[in-house]
T-cell receptor, first 113, second 112 residues
């Protein structure tokens, strides 16, 4: 079963605007990751945030994690047409013997030039 | 480095036919995974391996078999293809404990 659920399912913004995507999950985690998928391609890892971290930055990306609410958000600032893609959160559940990530269904972002 | 590669890129099968998808990685990763991606369903884990000679079932293993005879290769087999197996298949690999996964470009499979 899928643990991470992204919201919204689709998002359309103008170039230069900020884009915010949210992810909710159900169980305790070691870390949460965000991936990008361009149309027809494989997923590309963007950023990993550990359960003891609250915020992380990477270039124009900002990720927050609230373990009390079991939620995360991905902010892309000053969006570009090249940011058009689907974005997935993936959770690494805590507990011994876990070797799997659980992916959400994704947010489809369209950045209009 | 090529990273993770998958062959073939596209395939069309008739119901009941068999085929093998090949995944290869040149990063010396211990863990390898097979996912399927269907519209509106996200990625679902089929099988995975935590090392050479080991395999384990994921979320949707029925109708698939896997083998990991060499550390760098992970094979996904369909013994008797069904239309429900029409999907895009992705292979991924990761280091122990790092959890960041590296994905291949995918194989688009259609079963008629």
């Amino acid at each position: 079963s899928q643990q991470g659920e992204e919201d919204p399912q689709a998002l359309s913004i103008q170039e230069g605007e900020n884009a915010t995507m949210n992810c909710s999950y159900k169980t305790s985690i070691n870390n949460l990751q965000w991936y990008r998928q361009n149309s027809g391609r494989g997923l590309v890892h963007l950023i990993l945030i550990r359960s003891n971290e609250r915020e992380k930055h990477s270039g124009r990306l900002r990720v927050t994690l609230d373990t009390s609410k079991k939620s995360s958000s991905l902010l892309i600032t000053a969006s570009r047409a090249a940011d058009t893609a689907s974005y997935f959160c993936a959770t690494d559940p805590s507990g011994a013997g876990s070797y799997q990530l659980t992916f959400g269904k994704g947010t489809k972002l369209s950045v209009i030039p | 480095n090529a990273g993770v590669t998958q062959t073939p890129k596209f395939r069309v099968l008739k119901t009941g036919q068999s085929m093998t998808l090949l995944c290869a990685q040149d990063m010396n990763h211990e863990y390898m995974y097979w996912y399927r991606q269907d519209p509106g369903m996200g990625l679902r884990l089929i099988h995975y391996s935590v090392g050479e000679g080991t395999t384990a079932k994921g979320e949707v293993p029925d109708g698939y078999n896997v083998s990991r005879l060499k550390k760098q290769n992970f094979l996904l087999g369909l013994e008797s293809a069904a239309p429900s197996q029409t999907s895009v298949y992705f292979c991924a690999s990761s280091e122990i404990g790092l959890r960041e996964q590296f994905f291949g470009p995918g194989t688009r499979l259609t079963v008629l």
